[in-house]
Structures are given as structure tokens and as C-alpha cells.
């Protein structure tokens, strides 16, 4: 398994931040990303299902869960892309951990606008 995200140089900082108390509390988490990611570099994702689900997601929810530890539950929808090879590659997510918390993830890796719309 490849889990990189929580050790990414922007995500360090971050989880300092939580572990040295300079945040209070975390009460609304929300990841918005929308990039031209180049799926014709993995030819052997073309024929698979869900492919933000089951291969890319587990960085974001690995992070996550190295702050905030396991969710009591996850609701996701994910779609494909009209006229792209690779399945399933705009997801929404909600990871529920209770009445106090909101954490969210909005991730569209088909958003080929121009690298001037694109954000993560």
C-alpha cells in the first residue's frame, strides 16, 4: 500500500498543528480538488471499476484517519467521465464522525479546463 499523503510536505505542518494544540478543534474538514489528472500514463486502469474508490482515495482517508483516527461511517458516490477510458474518477465523500465534526471530500481527477481552473 502506498499511503503518502500524511507524509507530504504540506500535510506535515498541518498535523503539527494538531498534535501542539494550536488548534483547539477541528470541526469542519473540507477537500476540494479538481485536476486533469494524465490517466493514459496506467493503461491498467482503463478496464477497472471505481478507480478513485478502490485505488486512489486511501491517501486522502489515510491522512485523515492519522488525524482524527476511524470514521463510524462513510458515504461516497463516484462517477465516470463521459468519454474517458478510466472509471469512476469524480467522487464525493462524506466520512462521518458524529454530530461535531464535518469532513468532506470533493475530488473531480477530469477537470480538463486548463491548468488556470484546476486546484487542489
Known sequence: MNFQLKFAPMMIPFKDAINSDLLVSIVDFDTWLALDTPWSLWKFLENLPRVEILLHFKHYFDFIKS?????????????????????????????????????????????????KFQAC
Open 67 to 115: 488525524i482524527h483516527g476511524n470514521p463510524i461511517g462513510v458515504k461516497a458516490k463516484t462517477l465516470g467521465t463521459s468519454g474517458k477510458k478510466t472509471s469512476n474518477t469524480e467522487t464525493a465523500v462524506i466520512l462521518d464522525y458524529g454530530k461535531d465534526i464535518r469532513f468532506a471530500l470533493t475530488i473531480n481527477h477530469n477537470h480538463s479546463f486548463g491548468r
